[in-house]
Each structure stands twice: as C-alpha cells, then as structure tokens.
C-alpha cells in the first residue's frame, strides 16, 4: 500500500538530547513537511522541503533540524536547543508544493523524560 | 500572517442530526482542504476544494469553496457515532503555497 510512515510511534527524549524522528513515503511525491502540533491548537509548520538535497524553514524552525537526502525519506531531528518540544509530530507529503492535497503521516508522540 | 478561523471549536450533537461548520480567513485562498483527526493518528483527507462556489460531496459529507474565496464550510448530515473526532480546515494561497490551518472543531456525538 502506497502511504507514509512515521516511526516510532512514541518516542521520549532526555534533557540534552537529540532525538530523531523518521518519515518515509512511497507515494514518489516530491514535497515533504514536517508540522507540530500542540493539544487545541492548529498544525504549525516546522520545515518543508520541495526536492532532494533542498529545505526551507517553515514558521516555527527554532530548535529543529532536517535533512533529505532520498525522495522518500524526511528525518526530523529534535535538538536540545528546543525548550519545549512536548508534542505530536506530524510528517506529510505531496506531489509538489503548490499541489494539493498534502497526505499525513499517522503521527510521532515525543515526550520529555 | 494568514490567520483561519474556525468554528465552533466544539459541538455535541445527538446520532442523526446535521452538523455545520466553518472556517473564515482574513487573506483569499485558492485551495481549501478539510481533515478529520482521530485521537493519535494523523489527519485524513475528507473533501478538496479547488475554486470558487465549488461545492463537493463525500458521502454524507458536503463541502463548499466560498464565493469570496476567504470561507469555506462543511457539512455533515445524519451524524453517527464514528463521526467523533477533530475536523480541521486547511487553505492554500498560490503565491505562498504553505497550508494554513484552522484550530480544529471537536465534534461529539451522542448515541
């Protein structure tokens, strides 16, 4: 079945730590995004990126960290300089980035230990 | 920054009624998108909106593109009780190509 996956599903980070969350899709969209989201609240942009090798910050970059180096893959890294990365991540993909719809990930919960 | 407001942020209804909601934005968009969110997964595509006065249905579902381009509503009629979760609004404007979201509207439903 065509779709994306992230993983893992829960996730919990030390004070100081690095964390990584995986995106993978196999739809063979080129755009990929990252969003959080907060309990009440709408999805924020994190980062995006349009094409392999290329990545633009979105409304909340601060603290995070992606890279792209295979179309179907989109890892997000939650570095220690985010204060409060509490959060339900969301990873989705679409043909390109004026294109929509933009298809969704089931969803990684990072929590702090 | 665009800014989308949608509302109710929550309803209780009863299986079998209708329900309404909408999403306003202070900028034109020349997409909308609406979502439904089940506790812990992602969001799921419910109807795509490409212009303006559009109205699209999906199943019980109806959507419509607002005629000015800064609203969009959805309907859903005949609730039940798999109906329950958050449904999000999303709308796109060509020059910035980022989805702007809505806050989301928490729907309820009562066997």
């Known amino acids: 079945d065509g779709g994306i996956t992230q993983s893992p599903k829960y996730l919990f980070r030390k004070e100081g730590q690095n964390v990584t969350l995986s995106c993978e899709q196999n739809?063979?969209?080129?755009?990929m995004y990252w969003y959080r989201q907060d309990p009440g609240q709408g999805l924020r942009l994190i980062y995006y990126?349009?094409?392999?090798?290329?990545?633009q910050k979105g409304d909340i970059a601060e603290g995070y960290s992606v890279s792209r180096e295979k179309k179907e893959s989109f890892p997000l890294t939650v570095t220690s300089a985010q204060k409060n990365p509490t959060a339900f991540y969301l990873c989705?993909?679409?043909?390109?980035?004026?294109?929509?719809?933009?298809?969704f990930g089931d969803g990684t919960r990072l929590s702090i230990l | 920054g665009q800014q989308l407001n949608q509302s109710p942020q929550s309803m209780f209804i009863q299986e079998g009624e209708d329900v309404s909601m909408n999403c306003t934005s202070s900028?034109?968009?020349?997409?909308w998108l609406w979502y439904k969110q089940d506790p812990g997964e992602g969001p799921v595509l419910l109807i795509a909106?490409?212009?303006?006065?559009e109205l699209t249905s999906n199943g019980r579902l109806t959507a419509q593109f607002g005629t000015t381009r800064k609203d969009s509503f959805l309907n859903i009629s005949a609730s039940i009780p798999s109906d329950v979760g958050i449904y999000f609004c999303?709308?796109?404007?060509?020059?910035?190509?980022?989805?702007?979201f809505g806050k989301g509207t928490k729907l309820s439903v009562k066997p």
């Open positions: 989705a993909s679409s043909m390109d980035r004026i294109s929509q719809p933009q298809h």
């Open positions: 900028s034109i968009f020349n997409t």
């Open positions: 999303a709308g796109q404007s060509g020059s910035q190509g980022n989805l702007i």
């Open positions: 909106l490409y212009k303006a006065g």
């Open positions: 990126s349009q094409i392999v090798n290329d990545f």
């Open positions: 739809l063979n969209h080129d755009a």
